[in-house]
C-alpha cells in the first residue's frame, strides 16, 4: 500500500525519513552511494545521525529551480510538480522524488508519469551517475511507475538527461537488500518512535 506524508518542515521530513529506506539510503546499502555506506544509513535510522549539509549541496539546492527549468526546455512534453511528499511503500520503502512527470495534465493533481531526480555536480561521474540511477529505480519502485530521468548540471552550465526505465531485476535485489537491512535495525528505529 502507498502513503502519501506531506513535508511540512525540514525537521518533519527528518523524522519521516528514519522510518524506512529512501533512495539515497538504498544506493548507499547496494554499495553505489560515493558519499555514504551501509553504516552511515545505520548511523541516521538508529542514531539520528544527519550528514552535515556541505556549501555544494546548500548551493545546489538553490540552484535545482534552474535545473528544472533547463529540464522543462529540453523535455517540453512533460508538466513538472514538484510533490512536496514523502511516499511510502509496505511501511518501510520511501521515496521523496524532486519533482513528478506528468503528460498533458498540469494540474498538481494530476497521475504522474515519470520521475525526475535532479543532480548538480562539478563532474556527473560514472559512480554519481550509478547511484542517480539507483535512486530513479527506487523511487519507480515506490511509486508503482515505468520511467523516470535523472538531469544533471555539471559545472554549472553542461546538462546531462539521463532516462531511465524500469529494472525489475534491479529493483528485487533493492527491495531484498532494504528488507534484510531493516529486519536488522527495524525493532531498534521503532523503539525510538515509542519513546
Known amino acids: 500500500m502507498l502513503e ?8 518533519k521530513w ?6 524506512g529506506i529512501g533512495g539515497s539510503d538504498i544506493a548507499a546499502l547496494m554499495g553505489v552511494n560515493p558519499f555514504a555506506n551501509a553504516d552511515d544509513v545505520y548511523r541516521s535510522k538508529v542514531e539520528g545521525y544527519d550528514i552535515p549539509e556541505t556549501e555544494q549541496m546548500r548551493i545546489g539546492k538553490r540552484i535545482e529551480p534552474f535545473i528544472v527549468r533547463e529540464f522543462h526546455h529540453a523535455k517540453p512534453e512533460f508538466a513538472i510538480v514538484n510533490p512536496k511528499r514523502l511516499y511510502k511503500r509496505d511501511k518501510i520503502y520511501l521515496a521523496t522524488p524532486d519533482r513528478l512527470l506528468c ?7 494530476a497521475k504522474p ?20 540511477a539507483y535512486q530513479v529505480q527506487w523511487y519507480l519502485f515506490v511509486l508503482g511507475l515505468k520511467f523516470g530521468y535523472v538531469c544533471a548540471m555539471e559545472k554549472g552550465w553542461k546538462l546531462h538527461v539521463q532516462p531511465i526505465v524500469r529494472d525489475e531485476e534491479l529493483i ?9 537491512f531493516w529486519e536488522k535495525i527495524g525493532e531498534k528505529v521503532e523503539g525510538l518512535e515509542k519513546v
Open 103 to 109: 503528460i498533458g495534465n498540469t494540474a498538481p493533481q
Open 4 to 11: 502519501e506524508l506531506k513535508i511540512t518542515s525540514l525537521k
Open 14 to 19: 527528518r523524522e519521516q525519513r528514519r522510518s
Open 172 to 180: 528485487e535485489r533493492m527491495r531484498d537488500t532494504a528488507q534484510m
Open 113 to 132: 508519469h515519470a520521475i525526475l531526480e535532479i543532480k548538480n555536480c562539478e563532474y556527473w561521474s560514472k559512480e554519481k551517475r550509478t547511484m542517480a
